[in-house]
C-alpha cells in the first residue's frame, strides 16, 4: 500500500524523498459526518433567495468558502458577483438551516486516527473553508487537545480559498514544514485540487456520494474508501511515508 503511489508523487513533484512531519486535515466530511446537512442547507438557503444548487452540485463546491459558492451560483444564475450583503444573508442563513439539522457527528474513526498521528508525535492542522462556528467550536470538544488555535487555517483567515492552494500554503507555513514534508487528508474534488496545487501528496477519503473519479481527475494520490480504513491502516501508513 502506498509505495507506488508515493514514487509517482515524487516522479510527478521532481522531489527526492517524503519526510512526513505533519498532517492537514480538511474538516467537513473528513472530521465530521457534516456534508449531508450542508447539502440540505444549501439547496434550502439558496431557493429561499432565488438560487437553485442542487445536492450532487453542494458535494462539487465543497471546500468553496460561503463566499465563493454563493458568488459562483449569483455568477451563472444572476450574471453578476453577489453583494456584500448578499453574501452575507445567504451564508447566514445557510448557517442557520445547518444548525437545525442537528449535530454533526465525528466521522467513524477520526478521533483515533488523530489520536495516532499526534502520538507519533506528528504536527496536526486544520485546513477548512468553513466559516460554520458551531463546528468550529465543536472541534475541542470532539478531538480534545489535537487543535490549536495557532494550528488552524479556516474561512476567517484566507483570501481566495480552495481551490486554490491558498488555505494548504498557509496550513504549512502554520506547521512549519515543506510540502514534502506533508499530508493532506481531503474528501472533496477541489480540496484535493488545492492540496495538489500546494505540492503536498494528497490522501482522498471518499466519505461522500460522488465517485472516485471526481477526486482521480483532480490529481488525488491515493484514495482510502473510508476513515475507518484510514484509522485501522495507521501503522503501515506511517511506516511507507518516513515519518521522524
Ligand atoms: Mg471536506
Redesign the pocket.
Known amino acids: 500500500m502506498l509505495e507506488k503511489e508515493i514514487a509517482d508523487y515524487l516522479v510527478k513533484s521532481g522531489n527526492k524523498s517524503l519526510n512526513v512531519k505533519a498532517f492537514l486535515f ?5 472530521l465530521f459526518n457534516s ?1 449531508p446537512f450542508h447539502a440540505v442547507s444549501w439547496c434550502r438557503a439558496a431557493k429561499e433567495f432565488g438560487l437553485e444548487i442542487s445536492e450532487r452540485q453542494a458535494y462539487m463546491n ?2 468553496r468558502t460561503g463566499a465563493g459558492t454563493i458568488n459562483e451560483l449569483a455568477m451563472q444564475q444572476w450574471g453578476r458577483e453577489a453583494t456584500q450583503k448578499e453574501i452575507e444573508d445567504i451564508y447566514k442563513r445557510k448557517a442557520e438551516i445547518f444548525v437545525s439539522c442537528g449535530t454533526a457527528e465525528p466521522m467513524k474513526g477520526a478521533v483515533n486516527l488523530l489520536n495516532s498521528i499526534k502520538k507519533s508525535g506528528l504536527k496536526i492542522v486544520l485546513v477548512t473553508g468553513s466559516g460554520q462556528k458551531s463546528l468550529l467550536d465543536k472541534l475541542n470538544h470532539s478531538f480534545p487537545g489535537i487543535f490549536a488555535t495557532e494550528n488552524m487555517v479556516t474561512a476567517f483567515d484566507v483570501k481566495y480559498g480552495k481551490p486554490n492552494p491558498e488555505p494548504y500554503l498557509m496550513g504549512l507555513k502554520k506547521a512549519g514544514v515543506l510540502p514534502t514534508e506533508a499530508v493532506v487528508v ?3 474534488p477541489l ?1 484535493v485540487r488545492a492540496g495538489v496545487a500546494a505540492g503536498i501528496f494528497t490522501i482522498a477519503v471518499n466519505t461522500g456520494p460522488l465517485p472516485d473519479e471526481c477526486l482521480l481527475k483532480e490529481g488525488a494520490n491515493v484514495i482510502f474508501p473510508s476513515m475507518e480504513f484510514f484509522a485501522e491502516h495507521w501503522d503501515d501508513v506511517r511506516n511507507i511515508i518516513k515519518c521522524e
Do not use: T
Not at 480538511?26 to 473528513?30: A, K
Open positions: 480538511d474538516m467537513d466530511g473528513v456534508m465543497e471546500g481531503e474528501n472533496a480540496g
